[in-house]
Every structure is written in structure tokens, then in C-alpha cells.
């Protein structure tokens, strides 16, 4: 595989048309997984990040010209009231460090039907600006996609940047996913108001082989709205109008099975979400999308939503309890003892000891089948008795006692002196988040980041900045606790 790096882009367009199966690189967050996974080899890779002029934007009078390049985090950042529906697509995007990288015209580019900002680019109506050495041209954003991971650029093509009509009314998205950062869509939709031109547009992303609109709700929805002087009056449409709105919308899908769901759940929810989330002008979505203020994911609503008992794993061959929101410490800790669900590693010595939630079974018998005790040696496990030792509280806390009293011992013999910790490394240690390491690093230095933008951040705020890393031990609550326990004591150090 040979690298081309141009330094211009006169260079690239010129190395293009020099080769034509190139594939074109910035942010690599499609391109690289697809080469890891030995899904596609290419003869040449053409880096475009020398190319400063494609993380450009321009804000015109009518339309928005956005470099190919430009990072989600920017257009969150600096284009929400231009491109309100662009920059809700782009809060659903990976993880904040994903969007640090990627950007729209590699989203183009892949043409995948799952792409998140496919239907925000749908239904805000655009033109993708493609050039060679031929010259230059602007591909309607409805003419764009022409198979299932295809477009249509022509091989000695590149795209230079998207120009997208400025928002001038309420624009909305939503996606579902099997999680609430870092996945592909099940399906996504897009919904824009433009009351200059009395037209609803719409785009349907993971539910066919491409990126679709909904044409025919578009037409009844257009319709409806002049019929019904809603377009003046403002008023909220009525729940029939949605219900029809929503079962159109529903009918220009074509999704498969696949691995994150199936055709009729996928059909299901792109036909829910235009009734519930969006009821016309003068509706409390429409609003809050018109005020344009604070995008949000839309699975990342549901948090804080407590699973009902039918729902609940039984642990102990009960169901527990439902706690109030935000309980956790020893009635946490003590219910997980009763039920046999933690127990305490080896610890070698000069290491602090740790604590485990074993995985498996969550039943009060313990793992059925055979312990491995000794090289060679096999014993049935006991019935009856829940796996691990069975520990007393007071030990439990003295334990996480004697991890609030750690400090960072000296390094350097001469001196004597200890490192000092960062505020944020105190709280963790602080609230007991620190487990196995396989995510701390990156979730404090998330979070350092997080309370040097924000020193007073909402939970939401917190959950978003840490979306992109994950804990192997399931211990998001005191993560979540150290973070607020951090801000806290840094907004007291502030008041003082």
C-alpha cells in the first residue's frame, strides 16, 4: 500500500486523476477500521490533512459552505444555529474523540446507509461541491447516493466541501442505537421546516439500502400544514395528522435484519418518532429545536429511566428491590454481599486490594460446573452457597476507608516530597473509582477536560464527555460521583 500526501489541492486532485482507486484519508475514522479489519486494501491512500482550506467553513447569506474536513465538534461548537439539525446528528456521532476527527465529507464519501449525518443532510437540503482536474461540479444531495455504500462521484473526483442551506425553522433528529455512545444507528431520522418556502424535508438513515426521504409524508405533511393555516397560526397539529405523518413515514422504509436489529423493529421506530418527538410549529419540540440551544442524543434521554420489575434481573432467586435514584454506597454494597456478588482478589504483597464484581450467573447458588483448584485438579462446585467468600461490611468499609486515606508517596529519595494530585485523580480516589485501570486514564483525562471547559457541568454534560470510554467494570455511578465530587470542591476553591 503506497501513501500519497499532497500538499495543496491542486496535488490532490492532480494524484487522483494520476490514480483513480486512491482512497482519500482525513480523519480515517471509517477508512481505518475497514484496513484493521482487512475489509479493504487499497494500491494508495491519499492523506488530505496538509489540506488546510477543507477544515474551512463559510457562513453566507442563504447557505453554509462546509470544508469536507470540518470535525463534528466544530459544527456542534460554532455552526448549531445555522445547522441545527446537522449539529444534533453530530452529537450522535461515536465518541467525543471520534468527533474531534471525523467530519461530513468522509461520512459522503463511505455513503454507508447508516451514516448519522445522511439524514440531517436530507432534510436541511444540500449540494456536495466535487471537483478534478476536469473541473468542478455540485451534485444534489437527492442525486448523491446511488447503492449501498456508493455515490456519485466520479473516480477522479474528490469532494471539496457541502453547501447547506442555513436553518429558517425548527429542524429535529433522532437515533437509536443498541447503546447511547459509540454505535451504528438501527435507524435514524431527520425532520426540517422551512416556512420561507412552505416545505417539510425529510431523511430516513439505516433503513434501506441508502439514505432516503419520505417523500410522500412530506407531500400529506406539506399539505396539512397549508390546509390547516398551521404555517401562520403556529398551533400544534393534531395527534390524527402526526399518526399519518408517522405511518408514511414508516412506508418509505426498507430495512433488513442484521446485527443491531431487525427490519420491523427498525420500520417500528422510524414510524414512532415523527409522531412523538415533533407535532407541528407550535409544539414543544418544535420549540425547543427552534430555540436551537443545547442538542442532545436521543437515546441518551432514557438515562435515569428505571426498568420495571418484570425487567429486572433476579439476583439471589429475588428481585430486588427498586432504590431510590442515586442510592449506592453500603446499601449497595451490602445488598451485593447478601447476594454473593462480590468478593475480594488476592492481594500480593505491596499492593492495595481490590475489589471484584464477578461476572456469570446472578443466582445464589453460584456458576454451575467445575472449579479448577490447583494444576490439574477439578472439584464440583458446592451447591447452595454463593460463589467467593463471604465478607463482613466492617471489613468492606475499612477497606474503602484505607483507599480514601491513600497518597501519592514520594518520588524523589532526596528530596522527600510527594506528587501532588490533580483534583480530579483526588476525587476519583475520593469516591472509589478507581477499579481495574483498563479505563481510568482516559476517563480522567476526559474529565480534566470536561471541568476545564465546564467548571459546573450537569450530569448530562458528564455522561456526554464520557461516552467514549469504556468501563469493563460496570462502575459508571461512582465514576459519575468522583466527576461531581470534582467540580464541587473546584467550584468551592473558585467561591474561596
Known sequence: MDFLRPASWEEALAAKAEHPTAVPIAGGTDVMVEINFDHRRPEYLLDLNRIGELSEWEVGQENVRLGASVPYSSIMEHLRAELPGLALASHTVASPQIRNRGGVGGNLGTASPAGDAHPALLAADCEVEAESVRGKRLIPIDAFYTGVKRNALEPDELIRAVHIKKADGPQQYSKVGTRNAMVIAVCAFGIALHPETRTVRTGIGSAAPTPIRAREAEEFLNAALDEGG??????????????????????????????????????????????????????????????????????????????????????????????????????????????????????????????????????????????????????????????????????????????????ARPTDGRTGEADELAPIQQAFIDAGAVQCGFCTPGLLVAADELLENSPSPSDQDIREALSGNLCRCTGYEKILDAVRLAAARQGEAARS
Open 230 to 407: 398551521f404555517w401562520e397560526n403556529g398551533k400544534i397539529i393534531t395527534p390524527s395528522i402526526a399518526q399519518q405523518f408517522a405511518t408514511l413515514a414508516s412506508g418509505a422504509c426498507n430495512p433488513i435484519d442484521d446485527v443491531r436489529g431487525t427490519a420491523k423493529y427498525a420500520g417500528t421506530r422510524s414510524a414512532s418518532w415523527p409522531a412523538a418527538r415533533w407535532a407541528g410549529p407550535g409544539s414543544s419540540t418544535a420549540a425547543r429545536a427552534a430555540r436551537w440551544k443545547e442538542p442532545r442524543n436521543h437515546a441518551s434521554q432514557f438515562h435515569g429511566q428505571r426498568p420495571s420489575a418484570g425487567s429486572r434481573r433476579r439476583v439471589g432467586g429475588r428481585v430486588p428491590p427498586l432504590r431510590p435514584a442515586g442510592a449506592h454506597g453500603p446499601a449497595r454494597l451490602q445488598e451485593r454481599l447478601r447476594a454473593g456478588r462480590v468478593r475480594f482478589l488476592h492481594r500480593p504483597p505491596g499492593r492495595r486490594p481490590g475489589l471484584r464484581v464477578p461476572g456469570g450467573r446472578r443466582t445464589g447458588r453460584g456458576p454451575r460446573g467445575r472449579h479448577r483448584r490447583g494444576p490439574g485438579r477439578l472439584r464440583q462446585a458446592p451447591r447452595g452457597r454463593p460463589p467467593g467468600r463471604r465478607l463482613r461490611l466492617r471489613r468492606l468499609r475499612h477497606l474503602l476507608d484505607s483507599a480514601k486515606r491513600w497518597q
